[in-house]
Each structure stands twice: as structure tokens, then as C-alpha cells.
């Protein structure tokens, strides 16, 4: 084998070993695994954060999110509230 395919090689078990604690450590400050995590929505991991926690999750934005004519520098939209201005509109 060449030097070169062998440093290659070296290489690709020294990234296969950072990965696996990478997970490991992922798993362990979640409490799931990453193929869980990859197959989970959103919405679920907050969810179980917020029961595991006991605190409501909020998302912010540092900066302005335009669309629509709207510019909010606070926060982002959740669906709720635009659920609510939908029917608002449309109860008009």
C-alpha cells in the first residue's frame, strides 16, 4: 500500500472515531439516538424538550425575516399565530 492510501485510510477511521463520540455525545445529552433524532419532526423534539424540561420553547430571530410584507426582527411566525390571523381575516 502507498503512503498516500495509507494516510488516507488513517484518516477515514480517525473521522469514523470522531464521529461515533460525536453521537455518543449527542445521545447522551439528548437522551435519543441520532437515527432517532434524523427521523423525528420538529415539532416533536420540542415537544419532548418542553415535557423533559418543564419549560415552553420559544424561537427567535436575530434578525429580520421579510416576506409578505412583514418585517419581524423579534421573532418568527409560529403557526398558531398565523392560524389565528387566517381565521380573523376570514371571519370577516
Do not use: H, W, Y
Amino acid at each position: 500500500m502507498k503512503p498516500k492510501e495509507r494516510l488516507e485510510q488513517a484518516g477515514g477511521a480517525a473521522k469514523a472515531r470522531v464521529l461515533l463520540k460525536l453521537e455518543e455525545d449527542v445521545a447522551r445529552s439528548t437522551g435519543r439516538s441520532v437515527a432517532e433524532l434524523r427521523t423525528s419532526s420538529l415539532c416533536d423534539l420540542r415537544r419532548q424538550a418542553e415535557v423533559r424540561t418543564g419549560r415552553v420553547t420559544r424561537f427567535v430571530s436575530r434578525f429580520p425575516l421579510i416576506g409578505r410584507g412583514n418585517v419581524n426582527s423579534d421573532r418568527i411566525v409560529e403557526s398558531k399565530d398565523i392560524d389565528d390571523e387566517v381565521d380573523r381575516i376570514l371571519a370577516r
